[in-house]
């Protein structure tokens, strides 16, 4: 979980100049391995997992839009995304909150 949580990050602080569509575009394969991965062997990390990449995802969106810089604005935000575009990312099928 933590080199996960590692990865992510990186992806997401070099990335404060894409659009969501080039951001989704770069991270949906690697998601999806680890949905795969771990619905099969670890089931109880997966949820975890991907709350954790939606805070990376809100914390994106406060750092690159800051209208959305308070915590209830970046949370309403998301919450926004993921249900106008639920297949945006893949693993919002899953999950749709932070943690």
Known sequence: MK???RE??????????HTFGELARAT??????WMHYYGRFYPSKLY????RINAYLMRWIRNKYR?????RRGRKKLLELTLGY???F???R??????
Do not use: K
């Open 28 to 33: 949906n394969p690697i998601v999806s391995g």
């Open 86 to 88: 639920p297949g945006f």
């Open 8 to 17: 992510v990050r990186h992806w997401l602080r070099r990335r404060i100049y």
């Open 3 to 5: 080199r996960i949580g």
């Open 94 to 99: 899953c999950v749709t909150t932070a943690w």
């Open 48 to 51: 975890p997992l991907l709350a």
């Open 67 to 71: 209208r959305y810089d308070s915590t």
């Open 90 to 92: 893949r693993h919002w």
